[in-house]
């Protein structure tokens, strides 16, 4: 393998592509990065930057993750296209969002597409109408192109995949989202996290449940991994999996020492606005932290209300 010998560097937390030195960057402004033998990250991209992950089997294609409009996944299907012919045989959702899930039209003919239960709840009907419909709101190109295409085999807790010489488990755990998965591909020593983690970015906490992240993460911590792929940014080691962690403790323990003080939502806000801005002033999305103290406000007044 490219990384024999190296992989001590990727637990120091230094990007995959680095060591293996196959990154192409593509005329569309997506970058494809290949971060094992036969496993690929494309990131980057026009809209929103969410990655997408294939892995090639001697059976066929593993997706997971399909981007946010059917433009953007064709832009995916080409890359897989450069290296193989074989079949698109699963695509996974690792939870609702569309900038995850508006692409699984281009991948509607594969075997399946695999997601939580939750997932599925979340884009049928009414809700994945307002979802569709909010970022429409957001001027992506290719969005107006985009029908919602809803999985079509879910599981509850758990589920094991045997696919071309590959193991991969799919595991629910609650954080992002209520329908959240990661994958673990055994052989590859590779978590490929979803939006339960984010590399250099400030993470959307619309839908998250803090408490529940935390913990999720602490079980990803557990799996014998060395490449964390995250929903968005780069891939690298563990330390980007610890980096997430450490962002959502610290967002609970400032907001939590502000609510002790008996300050309100606004207050709160204002208190620990600055304190995160100074503390991860090179993360994106700055605009983000209001929203993630409120939700952690919420969260934790519902507790101490119980």
């Excluded at 937390?13 to 494309?42: D, P, Q, R």
């Excluded at 996974?92 to 594969?110: A, K, P, R």
């Excluded at 911590?221 to 999996?241: C, M, N, Q, R, T």
Aim: hydrophobic share 40%.
């Amino acid at each position: 393998m490219a990384v024999k010998g190296l992989r001590w560097l990727v637990g120091m937390g230094l990007f995959v592509s680095f060591l293996t030195g196959s990154v192409i960057c593509n005329a569309e402004g997506t970058k494809t990065i290949e971060v094992w033998k036969n496993l690929f990250a494309v990131v980057n991209g026009d809209g929103i930057d969410s990655t997408t992950t294939f892995l090639i089997t001697r059976d066929g294609v593993v997706v997971v993750d399909t981007r946010v409009t059917p433009l953007e996944a064709g832009k995916v299907l080409a890359e897989i296209r450069k290296r193989t012919q074989l079949p698109i045989l699963y695509t996974i959702n690792t939870h609702y969002h569309g900038d995850h899930t508006f692409g699984n039209q281009v991948f509607e003919d594969s075997g399946a597409i695999i997601a939580h239960e939750n997932v599925k709840k979340s884009l049928t009907g009414a809700s994945g109408k307002a979802h569709l419909d909010f970022f429409k709101t957001m001027n992506i190109p290719g969005m107006d192109e985009t029908v919602i295409t809803l999985p079509n085999m879910v599981f509850k807790e758990e589920m094991e995949m045997y696919v071309g010489g590959y193991h991969l488990k799919l595991i629910h755990a609650r954080g992002h989202t209520d329908g959240d998965l990661f994958v673990y591909i055994k052989e590859l020593k590779t978590l490929i996290t979803g939006d339960l983690v984010s590399n250099g970015k400030v993470p959307y906490m619309g839908d998250a449940y803090v408490e529940e992240w935390i913990a999720s993460l602490d079980v990803l911590s557990d799996f014998d991994a060395e490449i964390y792929i995250p929903g968005h940014g780069e891939p690298g080691g563990k330390p980007v999996l610890i980096a997430m962690k450490h962002y959502l403790i610290n967002l609970k323990e400032m907001v939590r020492n502000q609510m002790e003080k008996g300050l309100s939502l606004k207050e709160t806000q204002d208190a620990v606005r600055p304190l995160l801005q100074a503390k991860y002033k090179n993360l994106k999305k700055q605009e983000w932290l209001d929203a993630n103290i409120e939700r952690a406000y919420l969260e934790f007044s519902m507790k101490k209300d119980r």
